[in-house]
């Protein structure tokens, strides 16, 4: 099973970046994380990170031909980008939104998603865990499918 991992801007900042809301875990911890977790349960895990609207677009167009499903971070396009939510409506990869802070506890703005209406699930608010939890979920979510 393949899994690709997507993050979109800002997120290059972890550890930095308002440690009060996001912690002081980098990117860089967080992926060597996930990619741990992924091994242990037998996944192949492919990890991308982009502050470019159109390149995580075209990275979500690709998931088609590469992968069985997607943990997608798009941090703020989840709230703006229309663009984003049309590409996974185009590919039909299964996917979880995951968010490292609650994004429901959060300003007004920062409330609505654009893509949780058509992901498999949503975590958010766990931090770096959020990841973890995500890619448990979304790897329980295609094995019970293949076993139809």
């Given amino acids: 099973m393949r899994i690709s991992v997507l993050n979109g801007p800002n997120l290059n900042l972890l550890g930095d970046r308002e440690p009060e809301v996001y912690g002081r875990v980098s990117l860089a911890e967080v992926e060597a994380a996930t990619r741990e977790r992924a091994r ?3 996944v192949e895990c492919a ?8 390149e995580l677009v075209e990275a979500i167009q690709g998931l088609r031909q590469s992968t069985d499903g997607a943990l997608i971070n798009a941090a703020a ?3 703006t980008s229309l663009a984003v939510r049309d590409a996974v409506l ?3 990869v299964p996917f979880v939104e995951v968010h490292l802070s609650n994004i429901f506890a959060r300003e007004p703005e920062r409330r ?5 209406d ?3 699930g949503v975590v958010a608010g766990f931090g770096a865990d959020s990841y973890r939890l995500g890619l448990e979920g979304l790897v329980a979510y295609l094995a019970s499918r293949r076993g139809r």
């Fill in 40 to 42: 242990a349960l037998g």
């Fill in 47 to 54: 990890w991308t990170q982009t502050n470019h609207e159109g």
């Fill in 77 to 79: 396009f989840t709230h």
């Fill in 90 to 92: 185009a590919v039909r």
């Fill in 112 to 116: 609505r998603s654009l893509l949780a």
């Fill in 118 to 120: 058509v992901a498999v």
